[in-house]
């Protein structure tokens, strides 16, 4: 590759590691970086944030990602959008952002699926997010009533048992859905197969219940279509690997993605209409945003050439050497 220094004779990459392992590891020096790219954990980032000499070493990085809460239309009872809606009502934000680490390591309160700077993106709130962080209980009581389940309800709640973020991000759900009556079930599944198999297979959701499934999303490219796309528009939905956790299929949103392929669009016209995507989308409450999120990176200091890759949010892996 002539366009790219390749200073590592060898790649080792080790799988399936413990995330409080994997960060007690790189701040040791035994490993060099961590390839997900999603930031250190609670008790790293304490030792991190408090110490000057880790700090060197360390990058805050805008992680051109979004942590959600997927909410599923096919599981009783939200295939009614107002109960949708009222979990969307009812979530603390401020919890949940605490529970990815904050502002700084966890990023910033989120109320669209579209990350801030896309082409077309807007900021909108439709359920209250950042005039009530805390939730906003007596919306949720409403929509739950025009569901008619006035007193809440129980739902299964999925997320990744090995990576200890998500798990404090759906305890925080859990603790502010029970608010308002609705009660979640959690069930952990390894992130291996967490979209193969679990969260991921329909067919698996609908048997155990799985209205509620903790994740994210970073897109292959930051437009509309990149980040939306694969999350929210019908013909995406598939039997294994799903990532239309939702199951959205609304023929409203569907048109909108036929638009923007139409010839002649310009920029911010084809922006427009992702604009649109996202507010129906909203809407129809089948994501509920947690945080854009912030990754707290650490590398070994024995790491060279080491620079944030700014499309990804995480380092550029291609052209990241070691000193001997």
Request: proline share 5%; aromatic share 8%.
């Amino acid at each position: 590759d002539t366009e790219a220094k390749q200073l590592a004779s060898k790649i080792i990459v080790n799988l399936n590691m413990n995330a409080q392992d994997l960060d007690n590891r790189l701040i040791a020096g035994d490993v060099d970086i961590d390839a997900q790219g999603i930031g250190v954990q609670a008790s790293a980032r304490a030792k991190i944030l408090s110490s000057p000499t880790l700090k060197n070493d360390a990058d805050a990085v805008p992680g051109n990602r979004a942590w959600f809460t997927y909410i599923n239309t096919k599981v009783a009872p939200l295939n009614n959008v107002n109960c949708r809606q009222a979990i969307e009502y009812a979530a603390n934000k401020t919890d949940l952002q605490t529970a990815w680490g904050g502002p700084f390591a966890g990023g910033q309160i989120a109320t669209t699926i579209m990350l801030p700077g896309m082409n077309g993106y807007s900021s909108f709130d439709l359920y209250n997010a950042k005039t009530d962080p805390t939730g906003d209980l007596t919306a949720a009581k409403a929509a739950l009533a025009k569901c008619g389940q006035p007193n809440g309800f129980t739902v299964g709640a999925s997320y990744r048992s090995d990576r200890p973020a998500e798990t404090a991000a759906i305890q925080a759900l859990q603790a502010a859905e029970a608010r308002v009556g609705i009660k979640l079930q959690l069930h952990g599944y390894p992130s291996g197969s967490y979209y193969s198999t679990f969260a991921g297979a329909p067919n698996y959701v609908h048997q155990h219940n799985l209205g509620i499934l903790q994740g994210g999303w970073s897109p292959d490219w930051p437009d509309g279509y990149g980040m939306m796309d694969e999350l929210v528009a019908g013909n995406t939905i598939v039997s294994t690997g799903n990532t239309n956790i939702g199951e959205l299929n609304d023929p409203k949103v569907n048109s909108l993605f036929q638009q923007t392929t139409k010839s002649g669009l310009s920029t911010a016209q084809v922006g427009a209409i992702y604009g649109q995507i996202d507010k129906q989308a909203m809407s129809d409450a089948v994501i509920l945003p947690n945080v854009y999120a912030t990754n707290l990176l650490y590398r070994n200091p024995a790491a060279t050439n080491v620079y944030a890759f700014a499309p990804y949010g995480e380092y550029n892996y291609a052209v990241i050497g070691v000193s001997s």
